[in-house]
């Protein structure tokens, strides 16, 4: 089955510089790619996807781009604010619907 | 437009309890997915239910069942409560059951089986 990895575990940025969260999956059938934020107590909540047709897609600041011969995607957020700290979690499914989650980067933004 | 809502929000059971969580997809969706969550690790798949039937199935056990009702909100019960079922239940819903559709989650219920 599907195996999606995650890294870092854990991003610490200055307010204003760029983040970049990278995922690696295993299942070259997987063409949807979803990027999840999630705040403390809170359910996730869907930031930007990618489907497997498209090498890269942005909305305002941030942008998802993929790769599928390395079989990677990655989100990048540019000019980063206190809000924008949260984990985030990359997935990718096939027909069906079911993602596979990666473990999360707990991303903190520093003032 | 509501989005998709999950009751209850906290939940405290006994081991070998029964449980029966609940959710209501967002307006216009048809399909109820239902994740696992445990501390620090990201959400896992459970099942699936579309047309009131269980679609898709993780590898999680016979304890795990649900249910999806004819406005499409949906049950999760889990019997025979382990202490390693203590999680964040999320509850998410989309249209249809084809791949690359937007997939939105509640706020999950968090269990704890004491």
């Known amino acids: 089955g599907e195996n999606v990895e995650q890294h870092p575990s854990t991003l610490s940025v200055q307010e204003g510089d760029s983040a970049v969260i990278k995922c690696t999956y295993s299942?070259?059938?997987?063409?949807?790619f979803p990027w999840y934020k999630q705040e403390l107590g809170k359910g996730p909540q869907l930031i930007i996807d990618?489907?497997?047709?498209?090498g890269e897609k942005k909305d305002q600041r941030i942008a998802v781009t993929l790769n599928k011969t390395a079989k990677h995607f990655s989100l990048h957020i540019t000019e980063t604010q206190p809000e924008d700290s949260a984990v985030y979690f990359c997935a990718a499914s096939n027909y069906g619907q079911n993602f596979v989650f990666g473990p999360g980067t707990r991303l903190s933004v520093l003032p | 437009d509501a989005g998709v809502t999950q009751s209850p929000t906290h939940l405290i059971k006994t081991r070998g309890q029964q449980v029966t969580l609940r959710c209501s997809p967002k307006s216009g969706h048809d399909t109820v997915s239902w994740y696992q969550q445990a501390l620090g690790q990201g959400p896992q798949f459970i099942f699936q239910?579309?047309?009131?039937?269980?679609?898709q199935r993780g590898n999680f056990p016979d304890r795990f069942s649900g249910h999806q009702f004819p406005n499409y909100s949906s049950e999760l019960n889990v019997n025979a409560l382990l202490l390693g079922d203590s999680a964040l239940y999320l509850c998410?819903?989309?249209?249809?059951?084809?791949?690359?559709?937007?997939?939105?989650f509640g706020q999950g219920t968090r269990l704890t089986v004491v």
């Open positions: 299942d070259s059938a997987s063409n949807y």
């Open positions: 239910y579309y047309e009131e039937e269980e679609r």
């Open positions: 998410a819903s989309s249209l249809g059951t084809q791949g690359g559709t937007e997939a939105f």
């Open positions: 990618i489907r497997s047709n498209v």
